[in-house]
Structures are given as C-alpha cells and as structure tokens.
C-alpha cells in the first residue's frame, strides 16, 4: 500500500521543523505547517484533531517544499498565490510578490481619488495586484489601466485579470509611454531599493526580479522618471485631478516630496504605514511657473 498511517505525518512535520530552523527561518513551526498544508491539502490543526492517512505524494512534496523553504525561496513562490486585499493573485518569479505595505498605497487611492469618470494608471503593475484592487474595490465609472515593461510579469497580469474576472486595460511598455493621451490618477509601486543595499537584503529577495526592486544609486531612478514623464503628460493633457501616488522606502520621503514639488505638483502629503514609516507620497498637479 503506498501510504503511511496517520502518525507518520507528524515524523515528516518534525523534520520539515527541524531543516527550517537549522536555514535560519524564523518561526518554524508555523512555516511548516503552512508547507503542511500545501502538500496534504488538510490544516495541522486537521492533522492533529481527525488524523488521516499520509500518503506518499504528500510526503514526497513536503520534502521538496521544506528544502526549497531552507533554500530561502519565498513561501508565495511555493504557493503561487498571495491574498491581496481580498483578492488572491497568483504570483511567480516573473513578478515581485505584492506587500502590505502596497496595500496601504491602494487604500489610499480610494480614500482620496473622486468617484467619477476618470482614467487611473497603475504603472509597473507587476503581477496586477493594484490594478486588480482599484477595479474591484474603486469607482466603476474609473477606467484602469496598467502598464508592465516585461512581458512575462504582463502574461501573469493578465492571468490574475482573467481569474478574477476583472477588466482591466493592459499595456506592454516603459511607465506612461504605452498610454496615449490624457490620463487624471497615476498609481505606483516601482523599484525603489538602493543598488547599494543589494546583497545586504533576506535571502528570499534574491528570488525576486532585481528590476522590480532595484532602483540604482539611492533608489529613487524609477520614481523620478515617472515624475517627470507624469509631469509632462499632466502638463500636455491638463487634468482636473491630476493626481500621483508613488510608494517609496524608508527615509526617501523628503527626496521625493522634494521632487514631485520641483516638477509642479502641490499639496503634497506622505502616508505614514502601521510601523510609522512614510510610505506613500501624494501630488496634485498645479502646474509649473
């Protein structure tokens, strides 16, 4: 019979603890009952409380999960799903796995952005997860519209969108450039980590695309060519909200107040997160001179 009574489970969880430790992963036990989880399709609180019968694919998938965990692979990679905002995306190593703390710039945008018609870009949409929450959680009278510079993290977008069942307008280019006219909110999370820091960072950031994350020296390359090009758009199409939301890293919100000011935007504001870091940076257009 190739299966193991219900005890040798708890032989496999043992073990699958005990590789994590030794890796350096904090929190152990609860990793390895998520990998648990992932293998067996049951809880191990389903474990303990109704037992079971540990087969071998179960057992044979836990091994493997528990030595790609030790080698510091992300656990959203192992699952391939991250629940944001309700939502669960599917998430790969095309496309950074979506953090709380973007969460945060998604929840902003619907707190501060008017419910009518207007056309909101969500750029470097990365694995959709932004977009994909302003249409379900925004204004239905708002047009979303993403745009990705890599094709691949852009086919998982595009997956996420069809999964949810979710319109979205999606568009393969560098920032604003493959939107053509005007547009009135611009949304984004884009690489803001020093290149400096690279190295210095988790093990499991290795498993990222550096392109999502990295954002030369000082970290702020990406977000000051969105500046400028929203800069330019916002001054060619003029807009009745005209509005920019950029998450940033810790310590970087006087250099990008600093730069949306320079570049004509007013009544700027940072978003502290839950830690008391300013987070999210937010610009209105008023228009250069």
Do not use: C
């Not at 079971?52 to 959203?76: C, D, I, S």
């Amino acid at each position: 019979m190739n299966s193991k009574p219900n005890v040798a489970w708890r032989e496999s969880f043992r073990q699958s603890v005990e590789e994590l430790r030794e890796a350096g992963i904090e929190d152990a036990e609860r990793e390895a009952a998520l990998l648990l989880e992932l293998s067996s399709g049951r809880s191990l609180s389903e474990w303990i409380v109704d037992g079971g019968v540990w087969a071998q694919p179960a057992e044979k998938r836990m091994r493997e999960l528990t030595r790609r965990r030790a080698g510091r692979e992300p656990y959203h990679y192992l699952a391939g799903i991250r629940e944001f905002m309700g939502l669960s995306v599917r998430v790969d190593p095309a496309v950074l796995i979506p953090r709380p703390e973007t969460e945060l710039l998604v929840a902003t945008v619907l707190a501060q952005v008017p419910d009518s018609s207007l056309t909101v870009v969500d750029v470097g949409t990365g694995s959709g997860a932004i977009a994909l929450a302003l249409r379900r959680l925004g204004s239905a009278a708002w047009t979303i519209v993403a745009t990705e510079n890599s094709a691949a993290a852009l086919q998982v977008a595009r997956s996420n969108g069809a999964a949810l069942g979710l319109k979205i307008s999606w568009r393969l280019g560098s920032l604003l450039e493959p939107v053509a006219g005007p547009v009135d909110v611009i949304v984004a999370n884009l690489p803001y980590v020093d290149e400096a820091e690279r190295g210095q960072l988790a093990p499991e950031l290795a498993y990222e695309p550096p392109a999502a994350l990295f954002a030369g020296r000082g970290g702020l390359a990406a977000i000051e060519s969105l500046v400028v090009q929203a800069a330019l758009r916002f001054a060619r199409f003029p807009s009745g909200v005209g509005g920019i939301f950029l998450e940033m890293g810790q310590g970087q919100a006087p250099a990008v107040t600093a730069l949306l000011s320079r570049h004509g935007f007013g009544m700027i504001t940072a978003v502290a997160d839950y830690a008391g870091v300013a987070r999210i940076a937010v610009g209105w257009w008023r228009g250069k001179g």
